[in-house]
């Protein structure tokens, strides 16, 4: 009975945590998003994409951990990991980002605008075979 126990409470502390990775990683999509700013529809494409891909790691920690049962507590552990990193961390790590990096934020954004054109440029030019 205790292993059980001590199994659950594992699993729930897992599913705490990998709200918050997931969350975290919502954050590095939204500074890549404050330094190139998109239009609505990639925005949709890009949280699409993020939001599908991030089933898998969450499918890989249910299977191994519970056999593939969604189960409501750990859904509710990973939705409270991520409400949890949103309203502490999260905040006061983007104000610091916001206050430091604001003002090259112009500056940067725009010469990886300039790279990932030279980069495209370079990969569909005259001498590419397509």
């Known amino acids: 009975m205790r292993q059980i126990i001590q199994e659950q409470i594992y699993f729930q502390i897992t599913t705490l945590c990998a709200g918050m990775f997931l969350m975290f990683g919502y954050d590095i999509l939204r500074l890549w998003r404050w330094f190139l700013p998109h239009g609505k529809i990639w925005v949709w494409v890009e949280d699409l994409l993020y939001w599908s891909l991030s089933g898998i790691p969450v499918f890989i920690l249910f299977f191994r951990m519970i056999d593939g049962v969604p189960r409501w507590y750990g859904i509710a552990g990973m939705l409270a990991g991520g409400i949890l990193y949103e309203a502490g961390i999260s905040i006061p790590i983007r104000a610091?980002?916001?206050r430091i990096l604001g003002k090259y934020n112009k500056k940067i954004g725009f010469r990886?605008?300039?790279?990932a054109k030279m980069l495209y440029s370079k990969i569909t030019g005259p001498n590419s075979k397509s």
């Open 96 to 98: 610091g980002l916001h």
């Open 112 to 115: 990886v605008a300039k790279l």
